[in-house]
């Protein structure tokens, strides 16, 4: 029966819970939210629109009711009004300027409040005619600048302006001689020229919406007296204001037109700070894009040509609409308490902030203070609920905040958050059981156990906001506690069952260790716990919890067990040093142990590395220690690097090992007069750890040179001369400033040294020019290098010789023979040595044409001391005289006595025909129709019989000197490849190409007659001659 009654009970309070939460959640109710708000409008008079609308839509429940104000009036929405409501929209029908121009506000309500929108403007855009009076006509002096004043008609907005010249389109550029003031409409031309005569009209603009309209002035005709060439210096005409206001974000244009003659140049520049990269200069113009804070001050435009300059200046100031910092938010207060609500803007000039409750001024009364963006409440009443808007504004604009406040009187209800049913404790541990019903007021809380009323005691606090905490549980706290609120409203209690559990121990604790980097470890962690609950491990090192899926692979579970946490860190680095917390976890308590873990490692950097103490070739340093990471510094290595590379390398130091208390050493052996960075890195048994930040840049002190120069030599050059040369010194070896090379050199044999100084370190040669120097003469030659420390040593004595002259002699027995139609060989007699005059290069054998001059000989060059030359390319059966000439670097000598030679008629044209073959045993005979050379041929000599049996055999060449040859075969022989050609004096003939088969007797001439190189050797039989060939012969 209790049961069932039970049952019964629990059935209707969930029931009670549903309707209650649908309820809540169906019957939600809020005050007028805008979601579209009226803009401002710019109606085209004379369009063919009948309405104009103005938009507002807010979200309410229930649903928001409309009206709208003009100028601080409601209207009427009469049955016969232009006015109607569409939604929230405001429609109105045939839009007159008189009547309809002005600000528009729309008001939303429901039962929750009433809201404002921002006020909207609606503004008629107009462009009217240019006057019709005729404009009177301008005369100017030819070279002078002139202004047309454009005088636009009445409008609105603003126009944009161009010119026209005699008739439309003809429109004037701006091409930096004229220009078109979008601010005035007027046209400046700075220099006139005789292309300017003509009428001149302005042309007017006006873009509203889609909708664009044009008006053009009256015609005035410019007229030039006779040319002014003189010319003057820029006089300003059109100017931006002394002041421009603009608001931040806006884009910022200033004008700057100029008369003069030349047409001159226009800048711009800021005078109170740096030119902003917004800016967009185009000569007569600057603008400003997005302008901020950051442009405003005082900005000059200067105008200059080559007579002279003008200027102007103007200052940019920047304001900037209302913008909020701070807003209000919808609020739920309990009836009786105390509210404070803020709002602040920014803007220039600074806003002024008022307030506004349910669309209405609201001011200072009884327990409401208002205090610009301050709004406060004593003792809120139900009354206080409903509509808040926060208004701030300034010249440039308004600005609204809303925000809905609900006053809530409500009777202690636990059915949103009630007691837990179910409060698992651990014993001896500690138990949180908070009692937060819903209320308004808040509700005063009493706790029982059971029908004990529980107070304050050294296990039992509740505190102020009602929550129950009770400590060192053990079994007996077991049982029903119940939290009872109450306020004026009414009263509400909630229970739950307290529940003792066995409490979580770490039975198996974590020990500290001392391991190595790079080393794996374990540590342990076992628990117990009661065997209800579900029990975690979780770990955490100097407090931080530990992340394994970010722990790039070092840390690990090491088991799956429940009751076992272990933890494996694999490959540790330093930073995993520091006291490691394991923690056993269940629902009502925890356990944790912890331990130390020291991971020693190579040093960290040292700190501080000063240089003191600098020299030439050393200087001291001086470091902190640093970490030792828990092993002890055993000794400090210095690295050093120079501006002429990045790479760090070892320096030598005093003493050579720094022991590892050391903080100071001596670098040595550095070179003089050089820019180092210095670092210093620690070790231990571990290994070398991170290297120090780098030292401040020092340069070391200047020193004389100790290396001498290298790469000494020369040679060359013109007549009388010496030039010596050598490789520039590196700034390494320089060792300071004012660096140069002392040369010194005599002519061998003699017993006075001659001395050059050759400034600059970058210096890599140096002539000597005498007359008496003759040519080819041998110089000694030493070098040393000096700065203005001193000199250096001196390099070893070389030999230098002075310039060469052509050769004084010419080869003799000069020979030429003519080798085939289009090739000789050409020899002589070589020049004597002790007659040259320099080193011989070589010999130029030339050659022309008899009948041809000298000057248009070809010419060859050996080189070395060859004494013969093969020429080709030569005219067949032509007469070619022949010289020789030695030639040495400084050119030719003087040539030999000329010989003559005359090249050999080149071989007949015509391949051999009515080539035939017969078979007789294991030999085939092949003959063909004899050639028989022209008057302008060279002799048939024999000829020349290249055979192949396929593609891929080795060829085989046969000379026969006559028409006709035996060639032995294999018995299978079924087919072959044969060229045959003449041979004469005059070289070879083309080729006739047969296909040998051996069922057939009669000629197959092949297609591709090309002849191509191929491997041979040559066979004498009978009358025929054999030959070993190796390599390649082209037929």
């Known amino acids: ?62 649903p928001a009711t409309y009206r ?20 929230g929209d405001l429609v109105i029908s045939n839009p007159v300027k008189a009547k309809d121009a002005g600000s528009y506000q729309c008001v939303a309500s429901n039962s929750r409040g009433t809201v404002v929108s921002r006020e909207a403007s609606l503004r008629f855009g107009f462009l009217q005619e240019f006057s019709a009076e005729e ?30 010249l005699n008739e439309f389109p003809n429109f004037i550029p701006a091409d930096g001689r004229r220009f078109v003031s979008q601010t005035t409409g007027n046209l400046y031309i700075a220099k006139t020229e005789a292309s300017d005569l003509g009428n001149y009209s302005c042309f007017a603009t006006s873009h509203i919406d889609f909708i664009t309209k044009s008006v053009f002035s009256k015609f005035s005709r410019l007229s030039l007296a006779a040319e002014d060439a003189r010319q003057y210096a820029p006089s300003i005409k059109a100017r931006f204001p002394a002041d421009t206001y603009a608001l931040a974000g806006q884009m910022v244009t200033l004008e700057c037109f100029a008369f003069g003659n030349p047409v001159p140049r226009i800048k711009w520049r800021k005078l109170d700070g740096s030119q902003a990269s917004k800016w967009i200069s185009s000569e007569p113009l600057l603008q400003i894009q997005d302008v901020g ?22 200052r940019i100031i920047i304001q900037a609409q209302p913008e909020w910092l701070k807003v209000i938010t919808d609020t739920e207060a309990d009836i009786g308490s105390d509210l404070r609500w803020s709002c602040a803007a920014a803007g220039k000039p600074r806003p002024a902030v008022r307030w506004l409750r349910d669309g209405q001024p609201l001011t200072s009364q009884n327990r409401i203070e208002v205090s610009g963006g301050e709004l406060k409440f004593s003792k809120l009443v139900l009354e206080d609920s409903g509509m808040y808007q926060c208004v701030a504004e300034n010249k440039h604009g308004t600005v609204y905040a809303s925000a809905e406040l609900t006053v809530q009187a409500l009777a202690p209800d636990f059915r949103l958050n009630p007691v837990k049913r179910l409060i698992p404790a651990a014993r001896s541990g500690k138990v949180i059981i908070p009692c937060q019903p819903r209320a308004a007021p808040k509700a005063t809380v009493l706790w029982t156990k059971g029908t004990e009323l529980l107070i304050n005691s050294s296990r039992v606090t509740i505190t102020t906001d009602g929550t129950l905490i009770l400590q060192n549980i053990s079994k007996s706290d077991e049982g029903k506690y119940t939290c ?54 979780t770990w955490s090192l100097d407090d931080f919890p530990i992340d394994f899926d970010k722990s790039e692979g070092h840390y690990r579970r090491a088991s799956v067990k429940e009751a076992v946490g272990d933890l494996t860190i694999l490959n540790t680095q330093l930073k995993h040093s520091g006291r490691y917390t394991c923690t056993a976890q269940t629902v009502v308590d925890s356990a944790s142990e912890s331990a130390t873990l020291t991971v020693r490692g190579p040093p960290g950097p040292p700190g501080g590395v000063v240089v003191r103490d600098i020299g030439d070739t050393s200087v001291q340093l001086s470091w902190s220690r640093g970490f030792d990471n828990h092993s002890p510094i055993a000794r400090y290595l210095v690295e050093a690097r120079t501006l002429l590379s990045n790479k760090w390398k070892q320096m030598r130091t005093n003493p050579v090992n720094i022991e590892g208390n050391a903080e100071t ?65 590196l700034r390494d070896y320089q060792n300071g400033d004012g660096f140069g090379y002392i040369l010194s050199f005599r002519k061998k044999g003699t017993q006075g040294w001659l001395t050059a ?49 052509e050769p004084k002699v010419a080869p003799f027995r000069v020979t030429a023979k003519a080798v085939l139609s289009s090739e000789m060989d050409v020899s002589w007699e070589p020049v004597e040595q002790g007659d040259m005059t320099g080193v011989l290069l070589g010999y130029e054998i030339r050659y022309w044409k008899d009948g041809d001059k000298e000057e248009a000989a070809d010419r060859v060059r050996t080189a070395g001391l060859v004494t013969s030359a093969h020429v080709t390319g030569l005219n067949p059966n032509t007469k070619y005289h022949v010289s020789v000439r030695a030639y040495n670097r400084a ?95 005059g070289g070879d003939g083309v080729p006739a190409e047969v296909h040998i088969l051996r069922n057939s007797g009669t000629s197959m001439m092949v297609e591709d007659s090309v002849t191509r190189p191929v491997p041979h050797a040559v066979i004498v039989a009978n009358s025929l001659v054999m030959l070993a060939l190796i390599g390649y012969l082209e037929l």
């Open 68 to 87: 709208w104000k003009m100028n601080g009036t409601e209207l009427k929405m009469e049955p016969d009004s232009r006015y109607r409501l569409v939604a």
């Open 484 to 537: 009872f609120a109450e306020n004026f409203m009414g009263k509400a209690n909630s229970t739950g069952i307290l529940s003792v559990r066995d409490a979580t121990k770490i039975t198996l604790a974590p020990s500290s260790a001392d391991i190595n980097v790079g080393e794996n470890l374990t540590l342990q962690c076992h628990a117990s716990h009661d065997p209800t609950m579900d029990l975690t491990f």
């Open 293 to 314: 804070f950051e442009d405003e001050g005082t900005y000059e435009c200067e105008a200059e040509n080559i007579k002279g300059r003008d200027t102007y200046q103007g």
């Open 757 to 805: 100084r050759v400034p600059h370190a970058e210096s890599l040669h140096y002539v000597y020019r005498n007359e008496s120097i003759g040519p080819y003469t041998p110089f000694e030659v030493k070098i040393k290098a000096y700065n203005r420390k001193g000199e250096g040593p001196e390099s070893l004595t070389a030999i230098v010789y002075s310039a060469e002259e």
């Open 135 to 164: 404009r009177d006509p301008v005369k100017i002096t030819e070279g002078w600048g002139v202004m047309f004043a454009c005088s636009p008609p009445p409008h609105y907005p603003g126009l944009s302006y161009r010119w026209l």
């Open 665 to 729: 050493a001596q670098v040595v052996n550095l070179i003089p007069w050089m820019d180092y960075e210095f670092r210093v890195l620690a070790s231990n048994i571990l290994g070398v750890g991170e290297p120090s930040l780098p030292s401040s840049k020092i340069r070391t002190k200047e020193a004389a040179p100790t290396v001498a120069p290298s790469g000494l030599g020369g040679g060359g050059g013109a007549p009388n001369e010496l030039i010596i040369n050598w490789t520039p010194t």
């Open 891 to 985: 050119g030719t000598g003087p040539p030999s006595p000329s010989t003559n030679v005359t090249t050999t008629k080149p071989p007949p044209r015509r391949p051999p025909g009515n080539i035939s073959w017969t078979f007789s045993g294991s030999t085939v005979s092949i003959k063909w129709d004899p050639v028989v050379a022209h008057a302008d041929e060279s002799a048939v000599t024999g000829y020349k019989m290249l055979y192949r049996q396929d593609s891929h055999s080795a060829p085989t060449l046969y000379l026969a000197s006559k028409s006709r040859i035996d060639i032995p075969v294999p018995e299978d022989f079924t087919h072959a490849f044969v060229q045959i050609r003449v041979t004469g004096p």
């Open 1 to 62: 029966m209790g049961g069932a009654a039970g049952f019964v009970c629990t059935s209707l309070a969930v029931v009670t819970c549903v309707v209650w939460c649908q309820a809540q959640s169906s019957t939600r109710t809020y005050g007028p939210v805008f979601e579209e708000q009226p803009a401002h409008t710019l109606f085209p008079e004379g369009s063919a629109e009948e309405k104009v609308t103005m938009a507002c839509r807010a979200r309410a429940s229930p």
